[in-house]
Nanobody, 122 residues
Framework: VQLQASGGGLAQAGDSLRLSCVAS????????MGWIRQAPGKAREFVAA????????KYADSVKGRFTISRDVVNNTVYLQMNSLSLEDTAVYYC????????????????WGQGTQVTVSS
């Protein structure tokens, strides 16, 4: 399984960024995919996840209403559209995947991409 994330960078508070994650090597219909982030000095934090087959989604309360996760089944890509960015969104964002689980939440994912840095300044 390979997860290749991209799209991070520098942004100002209030701006938008879109992260992309191209996945390969897995049976998409059997997997959930998501994003987990880790800010400096903090624990890893669930951000958002999507069930590849049904398209069901789940968000952390801290990003609900600002971030949107989606998938492109043709191009095997998961996106995280991040709007109204705040300083608290500064973190390394990891694309993750696991076989369908009883919940979309949590950080117990089996496969992790390399991470992409998002830095939000005031």
């Amino acid at each position: 399984v390979q997860l290749q994330a991209s799209g991070g960078g520098l942004a100002q508070a209030g701006d938008s960024l879109r992260l992309s994650c191209v996945a390969s090597g897995l049976t998409f219909s059997s997997y959930d995919m998501g994003w987990i982030r880790q800010a400096p000095g903090k624990a890893r934090e669930f951000v958002a996840a999507i069930n590849w087959s049904a398209g069901a989604t789940k968000y952390a309360d801290s990003v609900k209403g600002r971030f949107t996760i989606s998938r492109d089944v043709v191009n095997n890509t998961v996106y995280l559209q991040m709007n109204s960015l705040s300083l608290e969104d500064t973190a390394v964002y990891y694309c993750v995947a696991r076989r369908i689980y009883y919940t979309l939440g949590g950080i117990d994912y089996d496969y992790w991409g390399q991470g992409t840095q998002v830095t939000v300044s005031s």
